[in-house]
T-cell receptor, first 112, second 116 residues
Framework: RKEVEQDPGPFNVPEGATVAFNCTYSNSASQSFFWYRQDCRKEPKLLMS???SGNEDGRFTAQLNRASQYISLLIRDSKLSDSATYLC?????????????FGTGTQLKVEL | DAMVIQNPRYQVTQFGKPVTLSCSQT?????MYWYQQKSSQAPKLLFH???????NEADTPDNFQSRRPNTSFCFLDIRSPGLGDTAMYLC???????????????FGPGTRLLVL
């Protein structure tokens, strides 16, 4: 079983739609959780960290469910510019730097 | 303002010909990472430095080496590139948070390596 698993998609949605992605992780010792956005042939860019209480940033909402070991990302009112691959990443609690383990990403295509 | 800079952005090399990729940062971060990302795959951590302490991932091939001569620079050396090493190589930096975890990693733009 992969440490971090995501549905690769693609998710094709119309502009204005709400879309949700899930990501499951296998290491129960994972302590920090993130969603990254990666555009084609570019580097991953941090979209948001995911906190236990859940957090929201504009149209984006992230949730963490430790009991079921998954994190989710909800995008409301999708824009064409949201088209990208969304990577989830987790880290264990370690000294000396975070070791991000990424999922393979979920591709989102927002269409007119 | 550029924070994590990678050079070159694109590199073509021949099978077996050594290649060095460089990464520099203006953030003064303690930790620097090298990831390998193949097409349609997740970025995979190769190794990281916490200051001068080198931490190799167990499954990183010996063909991959790294150097960090100072806080700002880190190099990835591929001693004998194979066709399977064609990938994007991403450098990232971070600085430990007070809790020892959860800090943000800042990625450079990556170097696209093609091995022919």
């Amino acid at each position: 079983r992969k440490e971090v698993e995501q549905d690769p998609g693609p998710f094709n949605v119309p502009e204005g739609a709400t879309v949700a992605f899930n990501c499951t992780y296998s290491n129960s010792a994972s302590q920090s959780f993130f969603w990254y956005r990666q555009d084609c042939r570019k580097e991953p860019k941090l979209l948001m960290s995911v906190y236990s209480s859940g957090n929201e940033d504009g149209r984006f909402t992230a949730q963490l469910n430790r009991a079921s070991q998954y994190i989710s990302l909800l995008i409301r009112d999708s824009k064409l510019s949201d088209s990208a691959t969304y990577l989830c990443a987790v880290t264990p609690r370690t000294r000396g730097g975070n070791k991000l383990t990424f999922g393979t990403g979920t591709q989102l295509k927002v269409e007119l | 303002d550029a924070m994590v800079i990678q050079n070159p952005r694109y590199q073509v090399t021949q099978f077996g010909k050594p290649v060095t990729l460089s990464c520099s940062q203006t953030l003064n971060h303690n930790v620097m990472y090298w990831y390998q990302q193949k097409s349609s795959q997740a970025p995979k951590l190769l190794f990281h430095y916490y200051d001068k302490d080198f931490n190799n991932e167990a499954d990183t091939p010996d063909n991959f080496q790294s150097r960090r001569p100072n806080t700002s620079f880190c190099f990835l050396d591929i001693r004998s590139p194979g066709l399977g090493d064609t990938a994007m190589y991403l450098c990232a930096t971070s600085t430990p948070g007070l809790a020892g975890g959860g800090e943000t990693q800042y990625f450079g733009p990556g170097t696209r390596l093609l091995v022919l």
